[in-house]
């Protein structure tokens, strides 16, 4: 996409470039196809697929089918790094990866998100770092590392990952920033969003209420600055991609999953268009 002006009010408005995406785990517990169906009758600019036991979630010649049919490209793959997938395309962490970048090659995804290896994969955390940044170079896709948080239980915190939850410290070139994450973590969101900088390429948009549970509510429904977010990369002209990973599986029918949706493409739109122009 590109950079478009206007007025709104007699105040100039710039949009920066930055596709919104719907991300394949907000349709849960339906399938991926149809969050590519959901994706095209609402407006989204394309898909983030979540690797997940969804066969056609692995299967690139699926997905290719499906953005054919529905005019609705892959803009990112989530590798299937969660605690939840660990037995999808087998247990090696750096095979899983590699596989997620050949399937965002093949279906000219520009992005691979990848959650921090766990506290007991210790020798594949140990060379993570590098490791990620090595994957970027030989694939030519950007591995954006994805911020977490602790886990907490009786009253006690657990450093589940390594080299940590918070990729701040870390020298990734590229990073993703979810704000259901930041909310668990009870990290600042706008904090980090500003400090990283040009490493940050790709936002997970959600809201959190601050409890222990990631909760991945739809945008203005919780506590996170997702509009001050919004903003900030507005300003900036960003050109990564803003992803609408919420949870709907409360809704009970269709039409409800499908005005969730609607309501977190519609914050995306508003607020990165909410600054304007000197």
Known sequence: MTERTGTVDGLAVR?????????????????????????????????????????????????????????????AVHAPTLLVTQRVWGREPWAKL????????????GTVVVH????????????FVDGVGELTEQYGVRVAVENMY??????????????G?????????????????????GADAFAMARDLGER????????????????HLVPGQGGQPCGEVLGLLAERNWTGTVVAEVNTRRAKTREQREADLAE???????HLASRTVA
Do not use: I, N
């Not at 602790?150 to 915190?157: D, T, V």
């Not at 990729?167 to 668990?184: E, F, G, I, K, Q």
């Not at 977190?264 to 508003?270: E, I, T």
């Open 15 to 75: 949009v920066p470039g930055a596709p919104v995406a719907l991300s394949s785990a907000s349709v849960y517990p339906q399938t991926c196809a149809d969050a590519f169906a959901f994706a095209a009758d609402l407006g989204y600019d394309g898909v983030e697929v979540m690797v997940w036991t969804d066969p056609v979630s692995q299967d690139p010649a699926g997905l290719a089918r499906l953005v054919d049919h529905y005019d609705v490209p892959v803009l």
């Open 98 to 109: 590699r596989r997620s970048c050949e399937m965002a090659l093949e279906l000219g995804a």
């Open 116 to 127: 921090p290896p766990f506290r007991w994969q210790r020798e594949y955390a140990a060379g």
């Open 150 to 163: 602790p886990w907490r239980a009786r009253g006690r915190e657990l450093h589940a990952y390594l080299p």
């Open 165 to 185: 939850w918070d990729p701040l410290p870390h020298p990734y070139a590229h990073v993703t920033l979810d704000l259901s994450h930041t909310a668990t973590a």
């Open 200 to 215: 940050l390429v790709h936002l997970h948009l959600a809201d959190g209420s601050g409890s222990a549970k990631d909760e």
């Open 264 to 270: 977190a493409l519609a914050f995306a739109r508003l």
